[in-house]
């Protein structure tokens, strides 16, 4: 029986990710005392205690990457998996806890995904790429061979890396942008090619 934590549109989808893979979805977890149920699964306002569970499943369903980051760091429980059957991972990839993989994305060989990733609709991630913890890589973008994405970072819908470029930590890299120089830590980057208009207040 797994848990989700955050009742929004991200968890739609993962609930149907764990439906087409067969696994049983005890019910959501949301702060939002509102929300009672979504897609007829029950939703509860009771969060993990503090301290290890580790018989308690649990996958992180919130896009914001930072709040993922304090969520995992906050409830020490067993973090599982959502992958959609229709994706395509080598067997020579690696994918971490907590991560979901969603429709018709690519892993491509010795890639290696770190965890509480998102991999969104389409993304395709090339050979011997890293994406590190709490990433998120949005529909139809795409990493070509040995991109390094370092922890926090969030790659745009339809936004091409060329080989070989490091993408910084907590950067942002904009919807449609082509990068094919690396980019800094915090740095928020658009266009083609892609061009810093600033940092985030992160930094």
Avoid at 8 to 30: N, T
Avoid at 44 to 66: L, R, W, Y
Avoid at 169 to 188: E, F, L, N, S
Wanted: glycine share 10%.
């Amino acid at each position: 029986m797994i848990y989700l934590y955050g009742a929004g549109g991200h968890a739609k989808v993962v609930i149907e990710i764990l439906e087409r893979q067969k696994k049983e979805i005890a019910g959501l977890l949301d702060e939002n005392t509102e929300i009672r149920s979504l897609l007829g699964y029950p939703v509860f306002q009771v969060i993990p205690a503090h301290g290890s569970t580790t018989d308690f499943k649990m996958i992180i369903c919130i896009g914001k990457n930072e709040i993922r980051k304090k969520c995992a760091e906050e409830f020490k429980v067993n973090y599982q998996q959502a992958i959609h059957p229709s994706a395509i991972l080598s067997p020579r990839a690696s994918i971490g806890d907590g991560t979901v993989v969603m429709a018709s994305v690519t892993v491509n060989c010795d890639a290696v995904v770190g965890r509480h990733v998102i991999l969104n609709t389409n993304c395709t991630i090339d050979h011997d790429c890293i994406v590190n913890d709490f990433v998120h890589i949005s529909p139809n973008a795409a990493l070509g061979g040995k991109v390094q994405v370092s922890e926090g970072a969030h790659i745009g819908i339809g936004a091409c890396v060329i080989q070989g470029i490091k993408i910084g930590k907590w950067a942002t890299v904009g919807a449609g942008a082509v990068i094919i120089d690396d980019v800094p830590d915090y740095a928020v980057v658009v266009g083609n090619p892609g061009k810093i208009i600033k940092y985030s207040d992160q930094k």
